[in-house]
């Protein structure tokens, strides 16, 4: 059969981009190269090269309507895919069910999946790309990792970064982007947790929504993954994360119910792991059941790429719709022989090939031109990158005034570390290649200006910093991890993940030993160790802060924007505070069984239920000012729709600031065991000095409901609900105590 060929035009610095994009890809750990040179065994159907793009975009990819009529935009999306599937051949239909590219995951090019179209009907190519973090393809909006977008506590910042993403795939004729990614942070330790969105379900749902409202806003297709409780790289491909039903629900699918419901996302990827015995990609429970039947999702489901799909008949049979990057599995041949031996019914191929359908005519992709016309706005996009960085970077720490800095005041700065004068980011699938940079060394020279004296120090003999420092009238040590796909990191110090950049807790202690006014900036996709934090006065967590991390965090040093975030997850003093430590049955799992026998007791939830003190808690961040809380106020809201609180926030200091308002409800235990608090609502707000807001915080029903295993529903228990409003989950300013159901407190 003749499959259609894509007419995209020529990427422009295509060799260098693709060049990049593979050391990228391929640049970290032993590991990962081990993992990644067995990708020709996991794709096995075939290394033809893929399809060369050429000649110009046509406008409008379907044709005249008049002989398809399935290409009438005026007609509803369902009418138009029940038109155009009464056309379609068998064969035809088997050849949607598989992606066709096994060269672009690591290139990026012509795009990182591509599913062809058939031209005898007028089906457009789909075109797909990574990018949590930005675009992953050539040169793009390098943004700041999205642990930073959920550390905002801003869905409209995370609407603003989708939103780049999406135009900028939209210009660039990409079709589906493989973000974001809402996995739960379970154990720090998580290779991938700089990609995710934090420890919490309701954080990382409200981030999720913000950046899939965004993206979609611009025409692209959102890629929610990886459904389900894929939250460690160790046996990713096939860990079987063993979970209850109440902790899936609390937990791991809130995020994806959210992408769903309320976000409405195009597409779901199934990820690698076993929930509960079975691949995700084989779970009719969680594919068929949970997914589409109980979610409502009407887009298509499509494996992450390689180790997701391992069979042809059950996996179509528990609701997989496509299979990527290329067609095995689902190859027409595997799905012929299915359907004729009865293993799978004709039906099945056709609601997979409607969901493909319905979803691109729901987005237009059959009447427009494959890129977006207009250019990108490159310097638009970079100061969104900025500005995300800016409310995502957390102030941990800041005794005795230190921050922020007054430019007028100083003579010199010290920047020392091993990637001061570096870009940082995660790696993996959701690396970016920067449109451009501005390192940490870089974005404080340039504010701190002519008359302030910057000397810059790698910090690899850390004797030699320490002079450097000792010299300076204020010493910022920049220090990293180094997080990506395929490897979790095997402890939580700093040098743990990468001995190549030294002993950096070594070099923290030499500095602050030989200057009292020392910064430190962590460049770190998750939590670490800080043995020395009584030793240093400052602290500042600025993630991997995207390609104008170097402005981002100099303007906050230097007071020009207020410290914008809160910690999306909790800081542990010791390793073996965290919910999985001392368990390896739960973490990293024995014999690729990974008990979350936690149940909901993660993140902040654990350290709070075992009486833990953390290093710094879950939500906490400061600002440059302070905020007095008056009045909290609580009342059932309207047609039982939960609570209502509203509180009085201050600005007491003498600048403008920023605070991240959080209500917390702690849950009767009548019926099951509850976390001493969950976060129900927060809201961000910017304040003038002296200036006074009220806030109000819907904790909706929902967010004070449990998962009732013995009726399959969300249900409210009787008893009394505990409100805590404050500036984190540790600092609660006011509280109030309110009866629900047939109960008096
Ligand atoms: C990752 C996905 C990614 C895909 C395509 C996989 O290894 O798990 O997150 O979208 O590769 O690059």
Redesign the pocket.
């Known amino acids: 059969m003749r499959r259609g060929r894509s007419t995209a035009p020529q990427e422009s610095g295509g060799s260098t981009a693709n060049c990049l994009g593979v050391v990228g890809y391929v640049r970290s750990s032993i590991v990962e190269r081990a993992v990644l040179s067995l990708a020709p065994l996991l794709l096995v159907a075939g290394l033809a090269p893929p399809p060369v793009a050429s000649g110009p975009a046509s406008t409008g990819r379907c044709g005249d309507p008049a002989e398809r009529p399935w290409c009438d935009a005026r007609l509803t999306p369902d009418e138009r895919t029940e038109l155009l599937l009464a056309e379609m051949t068998l064969e035809e239909r088997f050849s949607l069910m598989g992606g066709d590219d096994p060269i672009g ?1 690591f290139t990026g090019e012509p795009a ?2 591509t599913s062809e179209g058939i031209e005898r009907l007028g089906i457009p190519t789909l075109f797909f790309n ?1 990018g949590p973090a930005g675009l ?1 393809k050539g040169r793009a909006t390098a943004l700041p990792a999205p642990v930073s977008l959920a550390a905002a506590f801003d869905p409209t910042g995370a609407r603003r970064a989708g939103g780049v993403v999406g135009d900028e795939a939209r210009k660039r004729g990409i079709d589906v982007v ?1 973000a974001p ?1 809402v996995n739960i942070v379970r154990t720090p330790l998580g290779g991938r947790s700089f ?1 995710y969105y934090g420890e919490d379900p309701l954080l990382a749902a409200r981030t999720g929504v913000g950046f899939i409202r965004g993206l979609q806003g611009e025409g692209a297709i959102a ?1 929610v ?2 459904y389900v409780a894929n939250n460690q790289e160790t046996d ?1 491909f096939v860990t079987n994360a063993i979970v209850d039903e109440r902790t899936l629900r609390e937990i791991y699918l809130p995020a994806f119910e959210a992408a769903v419901v309320d976000a409405g996302v195009g597409t779901v ?1 199934l ?2 792991n076993r929930v509960n015995g079975r691949k995700v990609t084989e779970n009719a429970e969680l594919v068929n059941g949970v997914l589409k039947r109980d979610l409502g999702f009407t887009g298509f489901a499509l494996t ?3 180790m997701a799909q391992v069979s042809t008949a059950d996996a179509a049979n528990a609701g997989t719709d496509l299979e ?2 290329r067609a095995f599995w689902f190859s027409p041949e595997a799905l012929r022989v299915a359907v004729a031996s009865g293993q799978v019914s004709p039906s099945v191929v056709d609601e997979a090939v409607r969901r493909i359908l319905r979803t691109m005519f729901r987005f237009g992709v059959f009447d427009r031109a494959r890129d977006d016309p207009g250019e990108i706005d490159v310097e638009g996009h970079s100061r969104a990158a900025r500005r995300l960085a800016e409310q995502g970077m957390v102030l941990l720490k800041n005794d005795r005034g230190v921050l922020p800095l007054d430019a007028s005041r100083l003579r010199s700065v010290a920047v020392i570390g091993p990637e001061s004068d570096e870009y940082r980011s995660g790696g ?3 690396r970016v290649e920067p449109s451009s940079t501005v390192t940490p060394l870089e974005g404080i020279r340039r504010r701190a200006g002519d008359d302030v004296e910057v000397v810059h120090d790698t910090g690899y003999v850390p004797q030699r910093a320490a002079q450097v420092a000792a010299a300076a009238d204020v010493a910022i040590v920049v220090v990293n991890d180094d997080q990506t ?2 490897v979790d990191e095997a402890c939580l110090s700093l040098q743990c993940g990468d001995p190549t950049n030294g002993d950096q807790d070594g070099l923290v202690r030499a500095v602050a030993a030989a200057n009292p006014r020392t910064v430190v900036v962590l460049e770190t996709g998750s939590p670490v160790l800080m043995p020395w934090e009584a030793e240093v006065p400052a602290i500042v967590e600025a993630w991997y802060p995207g390609q104008e991390g170097g402005n981002a965090i100099a303007r906050m040093l230097f007071g020009d924007v207020d410290p914008g975030g809160r910690l999306p997850v909790t800081f542990p003093r010791e390793e073996g505070d965290t919910p999985t430590s001392g368990h390896p049955e739960r973490y990293p799992g024995i014999a690729a069984n990974a008990s979350y026998s936690e149940g909901v007791f993660v993140g902040y939830r654990h350290y709070d239920e075992h009486g833990i003190e953390p290093l710094f808690p879950f939500g906490h961040g400061l600002s440059y000012t302070t905020f007095a809380y008056h009045d909290l106020r609580v009342r059932h809201a309207p047609r039982g729709d939960g609570l209502v609180a509203t509180v009085q926030v201050e600005n007491t200091g003498d600048r403008t600031g920023t605070e991240v308002v959080q209500a917390y409800v702690g849950k009767p235990e009548a019926e099951v065991a509850q976390p001493p608090t969950s976060l129900a609502a927060f809201r961000k707000v910017t304040l003038d000095p002296g200036e006074r807001r009220r806030v109000t915080l819907h904790l909706t029903r929902r967010s004070l409901s449990y998962w009732d295993v013995a009726r399959d529903r969300w249900s409210v228990a009787d008893g009394c609900y505990d409100v805590l409003v404050g500036s984190s989950s540790r600092d609660v300013r006011a509280r109030d105590r309110l009866p629900l159901g047939a109960a008096a407190c």
């Open positions: 995951v990182n999946g990574d992953r493989h990614a990609e890629n993954k990886h990713r990827m990820a690698y992450d790429y390689g990527m990057p993996g699938s959701s796909e395929f």
